[in-house]
């Protein structure tokens, strides 16, 4: 389904009251937490739309308890700061809401990767930490406190990241090249 100024459609449907924008990503929260909540991922971070679709592709590989439904995709007028006017692509997905009692901690969020087959690549100045798979295949970063949550059993959840295949152009500066 193609969705024209998807950004604007969502902000206008009175069962989604809460709405958050990260670099990439604007989040829709339903009104009724049984629903789930909406994202539309921009192409803001990725130069081609094929690695905007692995980055879906990947996080449902990696992360199978948060997974994301494509619904559609379409364009929004959102994260372009030098010309707000200029459409950019985005794909609609789903998630599940998840009910957390509080954000992860960095070790939590260590120990959970960890346990995934990752380690830490580097730090970067901002403090983020880019994790590679032990096999050099995946590069994962952007785990902060918005993004990994501990839900109400005690189980880490992955709700978002930066998600990438370990190539040379990649954070984690790997040799995988894609087919």
Not at 53 to 61: G, P, S
Not at 83 to 100: H, I, N, S, T, Y
Not at 141 to 158: A, F, H, K, M
């Amino acid at each position: 389904m193609w969705h024209v100024d998807a950004d604007v459609q969502m902000r206008e449907t009175p069962e989604f009251p809460e709405y958050f924008e990260g670099g990439e990503t604007m989040v829709f929260i339903p009104a009724d937490s049984a629903k789930p909540m909406t994202k539309l991922i921009t192409s803001s971070y990725f130069p081609e739309i094929v690695q905007l679709l692995d980055r879906i592709i990947l996080h449902n590989y990696l992360f199978p308890d948060t997974l994301l439904t494509v619904r559609g995709f379409g364009r929004t007028h959102a994260n372009w700061a030098d010309d707000p006017d200029r459409p950019m692509f985005c794909v609609k997905v789903e998630q599940d809401v998840v009910v957390a009692d509080m954000p992860a901690t960095e070790d939590q969020i260590a120990a959970h990767m960890k346990s995934l087959g990752f380690h830490e690549h580097r730090r970067l100045a901002s403090g983020d930490i880019v994790w590679v798979s032990d096999d050099g295949r995946f590069v994962v970063s952007d785990l902060t406190e918005e993004n990994v949550l501990v839900d109400q059993c005690g189980n880490i959840r992955v709700i978002d990241a930066n998600i990438q295949l370990n190539t040379p152009e990649s954070d984690g500066g790997g040799a995988y090249k894609i087919p």
